[in-house]
């Protein structure tokens, strides 16, 4: 059974300390749901991504929260959780129960609320997505992780590191050209080079944002798609390919770290199931909590050979006017990265370029989007694949 995107809305991704994560669910929910056309009552379920809402806020049960929040406490509703890639799961899980026919309206979205935390508080948080015997007790974090990665890459492969300065320089210039990114700071490839280390070889600006932020759409049956109509007059988009890959939650327990296990597995699924292949795929919205990462992403998606990630970036192959523009909305690294949102924000871009609303960031050929989403370190990956009519 085919999947539409009947709305969309998102917050604008960025610190706001002072607003509360209700403001935020009620910005891009309403507007989701307002968006598609659709009365409130015919939405029979819905997702929710929130990764660290019980640490850091005090607050779980965020599906039943948002209902509430937006005047609809009476439809069924999940929390879901898989550390950075909550948002893309929870979209997943919409997807799914439309095409099991057992729903024909679903609500997905996700909101992270971090920046009224100190960052020795966030970190913490964040590093219970990682093992916490084996890996956190001893003074691991993400950006260790993700150092370590890097380090074996340049050992397999060779140093990137100026490559990777330019996946930073690219996702800035990106976000400079989206209204509800959060970095809005031209860099260059010096600045990045020259940045404070946070964890050698990452650097300062090789690391995504800490965000708040909310993204949410409604997901509808074909059948219901019809007898809705297309108010807005927008390019109907479906989804037409989705995977799910897991691998080991640590480090050690991985066959490889230069190559995502659990991005080739969900990969494998997504394109098997919408009859194509990478090389069919017009632009994407990548998982790039790090510099590092994307490089890797973007060779284990297969739309570049092994070791030549790097290369490609360095041609400008991954350029929003390149042959295969990646995370044109800025990205994790400069969009945001608020976690139970970052999957659903990632869709959003991808449907708005397929729609060809993006504005002065629009890609010249936006028919197929792919968006990727990763959870932890590379233990969990979401795909999701996405068509205009």
Same mark, same amino acid.
Request: aromatic share 6%; glycine share 12%.
């Given at each position: 059974?085919?999947?539409?995107?009947?709305?969309?809305?998102?917050?604008?991704?960025?610190?706001?300390?002072?607003?509360?994560v209700?403001?935020?669910?009620?910005?891009?929910?309403?507007?989701?749901?307002?968006?598609?056309?659709?009365?409130?009552?015919?939405?029979?379920?819905?997702?929710i991504?929130?990764?660290?809402?019980?640490?850091?806020?005090?607050?779980?049960?965020?599906?039943?929260?948002?209902?509430?929040?937006?005047g609809? !406490?009476? /439809?069924?509703?999940?929390?879901?959780?898989?550390?950075? *890639? @909550?948002?893309? +799961? =929870?979209?997943?899980? &919409?997807?799914?129960?439309?095409?099991?026919?057992?729903?024909?309206?679903?609500?997905?979205?996700?909101?992270?609320?971090?920046?009224?935390?100190t960052?020795?508080?966030?970190?913490?948080?964040?590093?219970?997505?990682?093992?916490?015997?084996?890996?956190?007790?001893?003074g691991?974090?993400?950006?260790?992780?993700?150092?370590?990665?890097?380090?074996?890459?340049?050992?397999?492969?060779?140093n990137?590191?100026?490559?990777?300065?330019?996946?930073?320089?690219?996702?800035?210039?990106?976000?400079?050209?989206?209204?509800?990114?959060?970095?809005?700071k031209?860099?260059?490839?010096?600045?990045?080079?020259?940045?404070?280390?946070?964890?050698?070889?990452?650097?300062?600006?090789?690391? !995504?944002? /800490?965000?708040?932020?909310?993204?949410?759409?409604?997901? *509808? @049956?074909?059948? +219901? =798609?019809?007898?809705? &109509?297309?108010?807005?007059?927008?390019?109907?988009?479906?989804?037409?390919?989705?995977?799910h890959?897991?691998?080991?939650?640590?480090?050690?327990?991985?066959?490889?770290?230069?190559?995502?296990?659990?991005?080739?597995?969900?990969?494998?699924?997504?394109?098997?199931?919408?009859?194509?292949?990478?090389?069919?795929?017009?632009?994407?919205?990548?998982?790039?909590?790090?510099?590092?990462?994307?490089?890797?992403?973007?060779?284990?998606?297969?739309?570049?050979?092994?070791?030549?990630?790097?290369?490609?970036?360095?041609?400008?192959k991954?350029?929003?006017?390149?042959?295969?523009?990646?995370?044109?909305s800025?990205?994790?690294?400069?969009?945001?990265?608020?976690?139970?949102?970052?999957?659903?924000?990632?869709?959003?871009?991808?449907?708005?370029?397929?729609?060809?609303?993006?504005?002065?960031?629009?890609?010249?050929?936006?028919?197929?989007?792919?968006?990727?989403?990763?959870?932890?370190?590379a233990?969990?990956?979401?795909?999701?694949?996405?068509?205009?009519?």
């Amino acid at each position: 059974m085919s999947v539409i995107v009947a709305g969309i809305g998102e917050t604008p991704m960025g610190k706001y300390p002072d607003r509360s994560v209700y403001e935020m669910i009620r910005e891009a929910g309403n507007t989701a749901i307002e968006e598609a056309g659709i009365d409130k009552s015919q939405i029979t379920a819905a997702y929710i991504g929130n990764f660290n809402g019980q640490q850091l806020s005090g607050q779980g049960h965020f599906g039943a929260l948002v209902m509430e929040t937006l005047g609809m !406490s009476h /439809v069924p509703s999940m929390r879901v959780e898989a550390a950075c *890639v @909550s948002g893309g +799961l =929870a979209l997943l899980q &919409g997807i799914e129960a439309i095409r099991s026919g057992r729903h024909q309206a679903v609500l997905v979205g996700g909101v992270e609320k971090m920046t009224h935390q100190t960052t020795a508080a966030v970190t913490g948080a964040l590093t219970s997505a990682m093992d916490v015997e084996y890996e956190a007790y001893t003074g691991l974090t993400f950006p260790g992780a993700f150092a370590l990665v890097a380090h074996r890459y340049f050992y397999e492969y060779r140093n990137v590191q100026r490559e990777m300065a330019q996946v930073a320089v690219n996702a800035h210039d990106n976000a400079l050209l989206n209204p509800t990114a959060q970095m809005h700071k031209a860099i260059d490839i010096d600045k990045v080079l020259n940045a404070p280390r946070i964890a050698d070889p990452l650097g300062l600006f090789d690391c !995504s944002l /800490v965000t708040d932020g909310a993204a949410f759409l409604v997901l *509808v @049956s074909e059948e +219901l =798609a019809a007898t809705l &109509g297309n108010k807005s007059g927008h390019r109907q988009v479906r989804i037409v390919g989705s995977g799910h890959g897991g691998d080991a939650l640590t480090l050690q327990g991985k066959d490889s770290m230069t190559t995502f296990g659990a991005t080739v597995r969900a990969a494998k699924q997504a394109y098997a199931q919408a009859g194509l292949a990478a090389n069919d795929i017009d632009l994407a919205e990548v998982h790039d909590c790090f510099t590092i990462t994307q490089i890797i992403n973007t060779e284990d998606l297969g739309f570049f050979e092994k070791g030549r990630g790097g290369d490609a970036v360095a041609e400008g192959k991954t350029a929003r006017d390149g042959a295969m523009p990646i995370n044109v909305s800025g990205g994790l690294k400069a969009k945001g990265h608020p976690i139970g949102a970052t999957g659903i924000s990632q869709a959003i871009e991808v449907i708005t370029q397929i729609r060809n609303q993006a504005g002065e960031r629009q890609v010249k050929k936006a028919d197929i989007g792919l968006t990727h989403n990763l959870g932890g370190t590379a233990g969990t990956c979401v795909i999701n694949i996405f068509q205009g009519e």
